[in-house]
């Protein structure tokens, strides 16, 4: 199996230029999620999807879009990058428990926006 | 937003040494998590402290979590190199809603 998986791994874009992030999970997980991390601020939540058919703000949400595909896809789109979007940016995926609520990261996607 | 400071933010031992991380908030938390995030890698789960003054260990690291389930701690006995890394904490409150801390990196120098 190979977890969760992101593309592409690096990207530069200009200011203004548009591009979608992919992830996709093979461990049938109803909840996937979109982070975001930056030195010193740990990871912050862009968008959430709970289940197939539905998704949610996180902490971060201005400036992106998300699809949920299908069960196993979930991208994100940044419409009209900015300075401020160059991150790293992860996807995870999980079984969305209230108590353990253990969520599995992909390697992640380093955006740089000049 | 919930937040998780940790402490020390940068830790930089010798090997054989020991060490702790702190992990603290003003919010009661479900559970909290310890990840473990190499470079160039995504953060990987290493334990979910569940109860209130729950102490788990994982070979040589032992993880706590505070009576009030506001705060947790991470020791490492006798650090290797293979332990190099960023830790960190996470606070689970509810199906979810996962806040992850600021970071400690970890340095062990042969």
């Known amino acids: 199996n190979a977890g969760v998986t992101q593309t592409p791994k690096f990207q530069v874009l200009k200011t203004g230029q548009s591009m979608t992030l992919q992830c996709a999970q093979d461990?049938?997980?109803?909840?996937m999620y979109w982070y975001r991390q930056d030195p010193g601020m740990g990871l912050r939540l862009i968008y959430y999807?709970?289940?197939?058919?539905?998704?949610d703000k996180g902490e971060v949400p201005n400036g992106y879009n998300v699809s949920r595909l299908n069960k196993r896809e979930f991208s994100l789109r940044l419409e009209s990058a900015a300075p401020s979007q160059t991150s790293v940016y992860f996807c995870?995926?999980?079984?969305?428990?209230?108590?353990?609520?253990?969520?599995?990261f992909g390697p992640g996607t380093r955006l740089t926006v000049l | 937003t919930q937040l998780l400071e940790q402490s020390p933010q940068f830790l930089s031992i010798q090997e054989g040494e020991n060490l702790t991380v702190y992990c603290n908030s003003s919010?009661?938390?479900?559970?909290l998590q310890w990840y473990r995030q190499e470079p160039g890698e995504g953060p990987v789960l290493l334990v979910t402290?569940?109860?209130?003054?729950e102490v788990k260990k994982l070979k040589r690291l032992t993880f706590q979590f505070g009576d009030a389930r506001k705060d947790s701690s991470l020791h490492i006995t006798a650090a290797q190199p293979g332990d190099t890394g960023l830790y960190l904490c996470?606070?689970?409150?509810?199906?979810?809603?996962?806040?992850f801390g600021t970071g400690t990196r970890l340095t062990v120098i042969p």
């Open positions: 995870a995926s999980g079984l969305n428990n209230a108590l353990y609520n253990e969520q599995f």
């Open positions: 461990m049938n997980h109803n909840s």
């Open positions: 999807s709970a289940s197939e058919g539905t998704t």
């Open positions: 919010s009661v938390f479900s559970s």
């Open positions: 402290v569940v109860t209130g003054g």
């Open positions: 996470a606070g689970v409150a509810g199906a979810n809603n996962l806040f």
